[in-house]
């Protein structure tokens, strides 16, 4: 990242904050998700989710593992991300900055490989 001058900015977010704010940010979007999965549902009845899912297939099918991937990511890195929330909530296990910042990276990491697996399925 640089500065205005062409120098390294003076401050960046450390991993762990990055991982707090990623948390938080999936946890928006899974809401969100399920908003319009519901409104869908509610305009076109029961079967009008799978078959908008049906159509973007055959409409776009360049575009389904980007889009499995996107739609994938979130589930994972909030789960994720809330098992290693359990294990700080149980036993404080991992909360100093080095072992935080070492979970963070695997939040990250294991998300990212979950999310490519998930949208390489074939459901």
């Not at 707090?20 to 409104?39: F, K, M």
């Not at 079967?47 to 049906?54: C, D, F, G, H, Q």
């Not at 036993?91 to 999310?115: R, T």
Request: aromatic share 10%; glycine share 10%; net charge neutral.
């Amino acid at each position: 990242m640089l500065d205005v001058d062409g120098k390294s900015a003076h401050y960046k977010f450390p991993i762990v904050a990055l991982s707090s704010i990623t948390n938080r940010i999936t946890g928006c979007v899974l809401s969100g998700a399920v908003g319009v999965g519901g409104v869908i549902a509610c305009a076109g009845g029961p079967e009008a989710v799978p078959e908008t899912v049906e159509m973007f297939k055959t409409q776009f099918p360049m575009l389904v593992f980007p889009v499995k991937a996107a739609l994938s990511f979130p589930f994972v890195y909030h789960g994720v991300a809330g098992m290693r929330h359990l294990v700080w909530d149980m036993s404080a296990f991992g909360i100093d900055n080095e072992n935080a910042k070492k979970s963070s990276m695997f939040v990250f990491a294991s998300s990212v490989v979950g999310a490519a697996a998930m949208a390489s399925s074939s459901f």
